[in-house]
């Protein structure tokens, strides 16, 4: 759907109001208690959040890429963990029923996961699969009209809070590679399904991680998305292709927050008989950052469009993704040096959202594996 720009307006406007009201407010309250407060998860769910790239068909609002990313941008600027109580449903916990998903398993599932009723958690990496998301060893291999799932999947995000998983695992036991892979449904409490305890995390805290340990887990070969074997990797990639932009979105958002909150700062705070926004040396880190999160809003938009209007977008997400996510680290570290001891000093939020960032260079694929795509595709497309 493309929503007429003043309905769209009105949306990113209340969203904004959303997060400067509430949610930038509570973002200590969150970080302590390691957890979204009831309260805000309610208006999360009722503002539409967890149904943001679901057909409205499926009970969604049913956005395009260039809204859905205008949307992320204005979500982003509070602190991660908030955009990742529903990111899943948005994006990576979702999209392989949306992109490939039967129709009886869009009438399944996708109406719970567009409420927030359900959340979705996708299951790729593995203890040692990780950037080479082809080798998965998680095994599923069939016994009649069931499949028998074993193995283990690790950094899962949301899994203790997930009712639905997208589960990647080997039905072709003779393969070594991304093509005997194929992705199934696994419904929480499914017998042989169990979550790990919640990770310790660098930051995000609000957001939980765990493993997901499947133990002779049967699960129905009704469950494989799309019903055809072997197809898993595949529409793993292209739910990762649009992830990717999403997170990109998600960075420059925050990255605006975060110049903004320091300029702030910085007009503040008084040395050598002037603000610290008086001295060139400040200007030049606030100049910088401005220029980078410019150069990445306009990339994150141009592919979005280019996506939007039916464009393979795999080389444009990552190169999004690369810039986006390693540009809010910079913009992030210019901040704390900018706040100085302020920044480094948790009263002030600045350190912690110089440690949330981090994750982004990370995960939904590191900065090494958006230049891997990248320069494949390049490479191929040139005599
Ligand atoms: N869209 C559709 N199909 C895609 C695709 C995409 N974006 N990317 C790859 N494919 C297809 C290929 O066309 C190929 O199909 P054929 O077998 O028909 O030729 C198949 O998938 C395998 O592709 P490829 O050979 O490129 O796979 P590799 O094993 O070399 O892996 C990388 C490619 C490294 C890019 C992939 O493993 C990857 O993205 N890794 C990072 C995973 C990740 O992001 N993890 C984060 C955790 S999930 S939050």
Known sequence: MALDQETLNQLLTTLDRFVQERLIPAERQVADADAIPDDILHDIRELGLFGLSIP??????????????????????????????????????????????????????????????????????????????????????????????????????NAPLAGLFTVMARTDADSKDARGVSAFLVEAGTPGLTVGKPEKKMGQQGAPVADVIFDNCRVPAANIIGGRENMGFKTAMKVLDKGRLHISAVCTGLARRILRDTVRYAKDRRQFGGTLSDFQLIQAMIADSETEIYAAECMVRDAAKARDAGENTKRKASCAKLFASEMVGRVADRAVQIHGGAGYIADYGIEQLYRDVRLFRIYEGTTQIQQLIIAKDVIASLD
């Open 56 to 157: 409205e068909s499926h009970g969604g609002l049913g956005l395009n890429m260039v809204e859905e990313i205008e949307v992320a941008m204005v979500i982003g600027q509070a602190a991660p963990a908030f955009r990742s109580i529903f990111g899943t449903n948005v994006g990576i916990g979702s999209q392989a029923i949306v992109l490939d998903g039967t129709d009886a398993q869009k009438d399944t599932y996708l109406p719970r996961l567009a409420s927030g009723d359900l959340i979705g958690s996708f299951c790729l990496t593995e203890p040692e699969a990780g950037s080479d998301a082809g080798s998965l060893k998680t095994s599923a291999k069939r016994d009649g009209d069931h499949f028998i799932l074993n193995g283990t999947k690790r950094f899962i995000t």
